[in-house]
């Protein structure tokens, strides 16, 4: 009878008849086992071995050419000693898996560092980006958009026909003197957003400024968010008839947005109450009214129910 039928019919696994028939009764299990990862390894490269990989990796003269490109270079030329999978693995826990070019702003690279940002109230921190809206024809308007990220409260936006550094300056100096200046504003890498004009009004607002990795949408979540809802609405037309059709659809939708949209990340309250600070008195009627019912029909509730909890700390990259 072959073995693997003799094991489906007496429900013994093959690997535990092949440990039980080599004689491996003796194995004892370890009270603390050692996690593979931290155990030494006699194969693994050193850290100078480790080093020669970055520095293959970090070659300007490298920059154009994809991992596996810059391994076989480099081993040709007698520069490394390890497996392409290894080459390939520390260029991934290094983040220099994707484009490792040089920036063209002013002839200086851009930061690939991993930008955080903490909101914990209105006004610490905005994010900000622009997007396409489709207009008659090959006619494409720019929506300018600024939320605070601890509330989603559109801030600040505008649509216009180009994107130019003096219109983002201006909605955001409007924006300064009525909802007072954030302590920080995240943005792209957009010509607009990397401006010195935008760049001069917010060092004299006092304004940090952090910036996303080239194309990693992740860094700006909030931002891409909302346009996603923005372009998901089932009132959103295929295509404005004019730039004015595009500026009162936006207008009226934003508003809807900030005082009706019940924001499931805000504990189900709208932009305006969390940003104006009203959450916690419609937290204490939501409270009262859910009281109310609970004593008139107690057998529907298993325990006390409870009003969603105030929004807490959010942010960029915060885990």
């Not at 092949?18 to 003796?26: L, T």
């Not at 909101?119 to 008659?136: C, Q, R, S, V």
């Given at each position: 009878m072959p073995l693997t039928r003799a094991c489906a019919l007496t429900g013994v696994a093959r690997s535990t008849f092949?440990?039980?028939?080599?004689?491996?009764?003796?194995h004892q299990r370890v009270a603390q086992p050692v996690p593979h990862a931290e155990r030494h390894q006699p194969a693994a490269l050193t850290e100078k071995e480790k080093a020669q990989v970055i520095g293959a990796l970090t070659d300007p003269t490298m920059a154009d050419r994809s991992v596996v490109q810059v391994y076989w270079s480099s081993l040709d030329a007698g520069e490394i000693a390890c497996s392409q999978r290894t080459f390939y693995r520390l260029a991934k826990a290094n983040e220099l898996v994707g484009?490792?070019?040089?920036?063209?702003?002013?002839?200086?690279s851009i930061s690939r560092v991993k930008p955080t940002a903490t909101?914990?109230?209105?006004?610490?921190?905005?994010?900000?980006?622009?997007?396409?809206?489709?207009?008659?024809g090959r006619c494409y308007y720019r929506l300018y958009l600024a939320i605070d990220v601890y509330s989603r409260y559109p801030v600040a936006w505008r649509?216009?026909?180009?994107?130019?550094?003096?219109?983002?300056?201006?909605?955001?100096?409007?924006?300064?003197?009525?909802?007072?200046?954030?302590?920080?504003?995240?943005?792209?890498?957009?010509?607009?957003?990397?401006?010195?004009?935008?760049?001069?009004?917010?060092?004299?607002?006092?304004?940090?400024?952090?910036?996303s990795r080239p194309r990693v949408s992740n860094d700006n979540p909030f931002s891409e968010s909302l346009f996603k809802t923005i372009k998901y609405d089932l009132d959103h037309p295929d295509r404005f008839d004019s730039i004015d059709h595009a500026r009162q659809w936006t207008s009226d939708f934003l508003h809807r947005y900030a005082t009706e949209h019940h924001h499931s990340a805000l504990g189900y309250y709208t932009p305006e109450q969390v940003f104006t600070g009203t959450a916690a008195r419609v937290k204490a009627a939501r409270q009262q009214t859910l009281d109310w019912a609970a004593a008139l029909h107690p057998r529907r509730y298993s325990a006390p129910p409870k009003a969603p909890a105030l929004p807490t700390t959010t942010g960029i990259n915060l885990s």
């Open positions: 092949y440990r039980i028939d080599r004689g491996y009764r003796h484009d490792r070019r040089r920036g063209r702003h002013s002839g200086t909101a914990g109230a209105p006004g610490h921190l905005w994010t900000w980006d622009i997007t396409l809206l489709h207009g008659p649509i216009e026909p180009d994107e130019t550094a003096a219109k983002a300056t201006e909605m955001f100096l409007d924006a300064f003197d009525r909802h007072g200046a954030p302590a920080r504003l995240h943005a792209d890498n957009g010509a607009a957003m990397r401006s010195h004009e935008l760049a001069a009004a917010l060092e004299t607002s006092q304004i940090g400024r952090s910036f």
